[in-house]
């Protein structure tokens, strides 16, 4: 298909980054899973551990999407437009998780990354399938920016998980 022509580089190295990071976050998870559990901690990862995975399985399954050889754009702009609802659905589900859990307090960078940067890419995605009708090209740049986007997100929130594991937890504060 011509419009994803020249695409096709940028998705396998989205995708092949993105599955490296999903398989780095399950062997830190799985490390920090020796310490010992606060009360509470389940719900908070629920908040803040479970986005960073659905993130970077996201840009997974878009490169999926993007690189398959469709007949017709508007096919696959149906599935990354439905992908956009269920991330911002996703996102309002996030942001309750994050006010109800109280292990952690969060601060305007965790509301940034876990919920706001994080909804205007899947927001992002939703649009531009609309988009796709009036610019293909620009559409196509929408849909790499979102994608670009959700996996600088699930590298800042795996880094910033990481280090408050080590950090903080480790010398016992929050």
């Known amino acids: 298909m011509t419009a994803f022509a020249g695409w096709e580089n940028f998705y396998v190295i989205m995708g092949s980054a993105a599955g490296a990071l999903i398989g780095l976050q399950f062997v830190v998870i799985t490390l920090i899973a020796t310490r010992p559990i ?8 629920g908040a803040f551990a479970t986005p960073t995975i659905v993130h970077f399985g996201a840009v997974l399954l878009l ?20 992908m956009g609802f ?3 659905v996703y996102e309002i589900i996030v942001f309750r998780r994050m006010r109800m859990q109280r292990v952690y307090r969060p601060e305007f960078e965790d509301l940034l990354f876990h919920v706001l940067l994080p ?9 531009t399938a609309h988009a ?6 620009r559409a196509l740049f929408g849909v790499g920016a979102a994608a670009l986007l959700l996996l600088f997100i699930g590298i800042h929130n795996a880094w910033d998980a990481v ?12």
């Open 119 to 127: 909804f205007a890419a899947y927001g992002t995605l939703a649009g």
């Open 63 to 82: 490169s999926g999407i993007v690189t398959a050889p469709w007949h017709e754009v508007a096919s696959a702009a149906v599935l990354w437009g439905f």
């Open 86 to 88: 269920c991330g911002v």
């Open 163 to 174: 280090t408050y594991h080590i950090f903080m937890k480790q010398d016992g504060r929050d």
């Open 38 to 45: 606060v009360a509470g901690q389940a719900q908070a990862g």
């Open 132 to 137: 796709i009708r009036s610019s293909t090209a």
